[in-house]
């Protein structure tokens, strides 16, 4: 009695208190040797007539693995949570009419939705409509198994476009594809310092001709200068 915890018997208490004729528990032990087990127990108890409890029969396993696993896999679904949640890209799955859903919280600082007004949202209407039919294609580039990364302009909730570059892989289950999960980066900056590094070089290459035809004419000034004398 003393190596069964607390849990355990005062569920056994309610079961005798409560008449009760059959049920189920998850409960935790720790064994002579300090070790902690984790079992599963169903049991059947038959009364008599006035209630009184005439037999009890039951059968108890040995569960640890599967609740170590169990433990294991939140641990892992948190820190992974935790690591998806404080990325700066927005990660995503869409199913295969490509309706949002999942994607993670940074998706409100890029571009101003919540989660919740996103997720079942067909990807489709957040893309800027020059846009989509060139995605549409690399949708079913990537559907066939290809693996790029494609780049495209969004609308965010205002309405101001963003340049993004998002790369996805087919989502499987049981050997069939149900959607697709994917990362989308925000590249409106580096777009943007691309076309002042655009506009700088034009500039550059108008000064040069510029200076260049300044010098032709200087030349040829002095020429004529020169017959004139």
């Known amino acids: 009695g003393k190596y069964i915890d607390l849990t355990y018997k005062q569920a056994i208490m309610a079961a005798d208190n409560e ?4 049920f189920w528990l998850d409960f935790h032990i720790k064994t ?31 569960v640890t693995e599967q609740r170590r696993a ?6 892992s679904k948190e820190k992974y949570r935790l690591l998806v949640e404080n990325l700066n890209d927005v990660i995503f ?6 309706h949002i ?15 919740d007004e996103l997720i079942g949202r067909n990807f489709d209407s957040f893309v800027f409509p020059d846009d989509l039919p ?7 580039s990537t559907i066939a198994g ?10 965010d909730k205002e309405g101001k476009i963003h340049y993004v570059r998002t790369s996805s ?10 959607g697709l999960s994917g990362v989308l980066t925000d590249i409106t900056l580096q777009k943007q310092l691309e076309e002042q590094l655009r506009q700088l070089q034009k500039m550059e290459a108008v000064g040069i001709l510029a200076g260049g035809v300044a010098h032709d004419f200087n030349n040829l000034l002095q020429v004529i200068i020169g017959y004139s004398e």
């Open 19 to 22: 008449r009760t004729t059959r």
């Open 32 to 62: 002579r040797n300090g070790e902690e087990k984790w079992l599963f127990g169903a049991s059947m108890r038959i009364r008599d007539g006035q209630g009184k409890l005439v037999r009890s029969f039951g059968i108890i396993t040995d």
């Open 70 to 75: 169990e433990i294991a896999l939140r641990e």
């Open 93 to 98: 799955t869409i199913d295969m009419e490509r």
């Open 101 to 115: 859903k999942y994607v993670n919280s940074v998706v409100t600082s890029i571009f101003g939705y919540t989660i």
């Open 134 to 140: 060139g995605l549409l294609v690399d949708w079913e």
């Open 146 to 155: 290809s693996s790029y990364s494609y780049e495209f302009r969004m609308l």
């Open 169 to 178: 892989r087919p989502i499987y289950e049981r050997e069939q594809i149900i």
